[in-house]
């Protein structure tokens, strides 16, 4: 007996998330990041910390600024829908000029020196998100940081059902 009735699992499928948050790479300006997949019953209640990365920001006729990016992601509930998946997600973005990452057995910082301007930006998103199957959620924010999420349902030999266009880094 199945608890919900859209569940892949009566398929011999299981879904899995593709996320990804990506940044111009402040030394060559091309795109940089990090883009993992997790199982779904995974994701409940797990929290994903990114890797701690540097931004740059050169306005015209001004000297550049910097920053460093801290960013975290959440799920906290899903639910399987006909032809997707709902979640709960919550991200976390924060660029200030100092930055420390302390999990258990690793802890990594870095500063922008006090005497080069320092960007400051945070940004908390709390929403519910429907995601249909292969189709990617997006949100573009300051200084080109980005953060996609795609659910892709997978076959019992392990091999993707739907395509999720998040590309690797």
């Given at each position: 007996m199945w608890r919900?009735?859209?569940?892949?699992?009566?398929?011999?499928?299981?879904?899995?998330?593709v996320n990804s948050m990506s940044w111009p790479?402040?030394?060559?300006?091309?795109q940089?990041?990090?883009?993992t997949v997790w199982q779904l019953q995974e994701l409940n209640n797990n929290?994903?910390?990114f890797p701690l990365a540097q931004l740059k920001h050169c306005p015209d006729a001004l000297p550049c600024a910097w920053g460093v990016l801290l960013a975290s992601r959440n799920v906290t509930r899903y639910t399987y829908e006909q032809g997707g998946v709902t979640l709960d997600l919550g991200l976390n973005v924060?660029?200030?000029?100092?930055?420390?990452?302390?999990?258990?057995?690793?802890?990594?910082?870095?500063?922008?020196?006090?005497?080069?301007?320092?960007?400051?930006?945070?940004?908390?998103?709390?929403?519910?998100?429907?995601?249909?199957y292969g189709k990617v959620?997006?949100?573009?924010?300051d200084y080109g940081i980005t953060?996609?999420?795609?659910?892709?349902?997978?076959?019992?030999?392990?091999?993707?059902?739907?395509?999720?266009?998040?590309?690797?880094?």
């Open positions: 919900n009735p859209n569940d892949p699992a009566r398929n011999k499928q299981y879904v899995v998330v790479n402040a030394a060559s300006g091309k940089d990041g990090t883009r929290e994903e910390i924060d660029v200030h000029r100092r930055q420390q990452d302390r999990r258990r057995n690793f802890h990594t910082s870095i500063a922008v020196p006090a005497d080069v301007p320092a960007l400051s930006y945070q940004r908390v998103l709390q929403e519910t998100v429907s995601l249909p959620y997006r949100v573009d924010m953060y996609q999420l795609c659910a892709q349902r997978v076959d019992a030999d392990g091999k993707p059902v739907d395509k999720c266009d998040i590309p690797y880094i």
